[in-house]
């Protein structure tokens, strides 16, 4: 049942991408085999009248009125290759741009759909790299190719139709002569994409070193710590290793090439001896001769090159193969837009394990954050304050328990959850796009909020900047201003407050980088930020979560305790004596 079910599904992907390359390409697949029929047929009339011309100019009294016709039609026919083999060349190239639209599209649109949790797998960024990389080229080669196949099926039986009259046997004999290449070529194809699949580890981490050695963000450190010749000595060793097993294989490979050339010479020879003899024995004429050699070679490069491009699509298939893994990776589930209408959360139970881990990072955690409630979480490095955010973010799903959002489980309303929730992560984005952008991106046209609290306590620095909010961001340009960590944080934090119809800010270590002064400005007006809305906050800095209703003290996976400030600091247990051991820092 598991394999029919495969099956289809398999069929069904391949269905789905001829149905995208229809939708990529269309007309212009017909089109370019149409021209692929004249190109071929011509070659072969060609070929024709090559010999027609030596036949004639080697009869003597020479009948110069049929050698001038017979020059004028290859005159003729030369032009018309030239702009068939033009019009050819451009209508490919908008096929395959046409398809690599549109396979770069589906992929893009899967990337957005694809389960965060699936992204923990290491090897899906292998699949996704190949797939990237590799698949929108290789389906537009695959198809190119395929016409390519269609070309020389039509040359082949162009110049069968000239050759036969001379010896029957001598297209047979080309196209055997052919044959072993196709294995030779498929086996090549295989190894390869084994190579290149075994490879992908070690080109990810190429290409980490060379970001790294290249990128002005680690500059500095790397300059500070003079870690150059460490990182160019560890690129070295890879790509020695990478180099060492492709030139391996390409010296297998050429020694198999080698034979099988051999193997087409002595037929190709073989059938010039055979001809040659004809003509000593004056059973042909000398333009048959020359009619033989060019339709003898011109069809074995036909069954070579078709040999050849079956050996490449077999090896494109393995990228279809590694496409359709990737579109059926699990996506995102569509809650269908189902409304909240209240937005009590209550956690019951939860515990989590990453995968590929056997210790739970959260171990049946009970937590409920009531309408309106400002909450901490606090607790030392690794208790499980960041992963508790991502179950209830609905990045991952508990291992077992339930969350839920008034009374429907967080699942079936997650994307409606999202719209209305949102995180300044620890390791938050710094886009490098303008200060407006940044604040823009993902608040629906939220610009007059700029002029807010949040403007004033946190963007005074935006007038400072060349071009104001217009300025561009990073170092991606030479013109591009570079932040302190405290003013992209301030950006980070904006972008998030300014959301329109919030009802849910999580805020992971948000002030670590602000000044006293900002901090304490944005604690003061905490409450007044999350006026009708729950928040969450996480922080090492304990005063901080004096602002909160409730404080949750994780510690290794557990709440070991809940309460206010003030009943925490009664209690004397954990919050207590990290509080103290805090406060002792500024006495
Ligand atoms: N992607 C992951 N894969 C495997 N284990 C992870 C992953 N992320 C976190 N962990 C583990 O889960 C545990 C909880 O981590 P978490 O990031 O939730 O801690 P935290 O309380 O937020 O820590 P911090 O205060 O340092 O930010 C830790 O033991 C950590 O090593």
Redesign the pocket.
């Given at each position: 049942m598991e394999k029919i079910k495969n099956i289809y599904e398999k069929a069904n992907i391949y269905v789905k991408m001829l149905n995208l390359i229809k939708e990529g390409i269309g007309k212009y697949f017909f089109l370019i085999i149409f021209i692929n029929i004249l190109i071929s047929t011509k070659l072969a009339l060609s070929t024709y009248y090559h010999k027609t011309i030596i036949d004639t100019v080697s009869k003597i009294p020479i009948n110069m009125d049929l050698a001038f016709k017979t020059l004028f039609v290859l005159w003729i026919l030369e032009i018309f290759i030239l702009v068939f083999n033009e019009l050819s060349a451009y209508i490919k190239t908008i096929i395959k741009y046409r398809i690599d639209y549109t396979i770069s599209k589906r992929i893009t649109d899967k990337m957005a759909k694809i389960k965060v949790e699936v992204m923990?797998n290491i090897e899906i960024y292998d699949l996704l790299d190949r797939v990237n990389s590799n698949v929108p080229t290789g389906i537009a080669d695959t198809i190119l190719l395929i016409i390519d196949v269609f070309l020389n099926i039509f040359k082949i039986i162009s110049f069968s139709f000239v050759l036969i009259n001379i010896k029957w046997y001598f297209p047979i004999v080309s196209i055997l002569t052919s044959i072993p290449y196709l294995f030779v070529l498929s086996k090549q194809g295989f190894d390869t994409y084994i190579m290149q699949v075994a490879q992908n580890k070690n080109t990810r981490k190429l290409n980490y070193l060379f970001e790294i050695l290249t990128n002005r963000v680690y500059s500095k450190e790397i300059r500070t710590f003079n870690l150059i010749d460490f990182l160019v000595e560890k690129i070295y060793k890879i790509r020695k290793t990478i180099w060492d097993e492709k030139i391996e294989l390409i010296y297998k490979h050429s020694r198999w090439t080698i034979y099988i050339n051999i193997l087409k010479n002595i037929s190709i020879g073989i059938c010039l001896f055979i001809t040659c003899i004809d003509v000593i024995q004056k059973r042909t004429s000398l333009g048959s001769v020359v009619l033989v050699i060019s339709a003898i070679q011109n069809m074995i490069y036909s069954a070579t090159f078709i040999m050849q491009y079956i050996a490449k699509i077999n090896k494109q298939v393995f990228y279809i193969n590694d496409f359709n893994k990737f579109i059926l990776m699990p996506e995102e589930e569509d809650t269908l837009q189902k409304s909240i209408s209240n937005f009590k959360i209550v956690c019951e139970n939860i515990s989590f394990s990453?995968?590929?881990?056997s210790?739970q990072?959260?171990d049946n955690i009970n937590l409920t954050i009531n309408e309106n409630e400002i909450i901490a979480i606090v607790?030392?490095?690794?208790?499980?304050?960041?992963?508790?955010?991502?179950l209830l973010l609905g990045i991952f799903k508990p291992t077992s328990g339930a969350i839920y959002v008034g009374d429907r489980e967080l699942p079936t309303i997650i994307n409606e959850f999202r719209k209305k929730s949102v995180c300044i992560f620890?390791n938050f984005i710094r886009y490098q796009f303008t200060v407006e952008e940044n604040i823009n991106a993902g608040n629906f046209g939220q610009k007059n909020r700029l002029k807010s609290f949040y403007a004033k306590t946190f963007l005074d620095f935006v007038n400072k900047l060349p071009f104001g909010y217009n300025t561009e961001l990073g170092q991606l340009e030479n013109g591009s201003i570079e932040l302190s960590g405290g003013e992209w944080q301030k950006i980070a934090i904006c972008r998030a407050l300014c959301r329109e119809d919030l009802k849910l800010i999580i805020l992971?270590?948000p002030m670590s980088a602000l000044d006293p002064k900002v901090e304490s400005d944005l604690y003061h007006e905490f409450r007044d930020l999350c006026k009708n809305k729950q928040a969450i906050m996480?922080s090492?800095r304990l005063g901080a979560t004096k602002v909160c209703d409730r404080i949750y003290v994780?510690d290794k996976?557990k709440i070991i305790e809940n309460g206010t400030h003030e009943e925490l600091i009664k209690k004397g247990g954990k919050y207590y004596k990290m509080y103290k051991a805090q406060q002792s820092l500024y006495v």
């Open positions: 923990e990453y995968p590929n881990t210790y990072s959260l607790g030392e490095n690794g208790s499980g304050k960041t992963t508790f955010i991502n620890q992971d270590e996480i090492h994780f996976g």
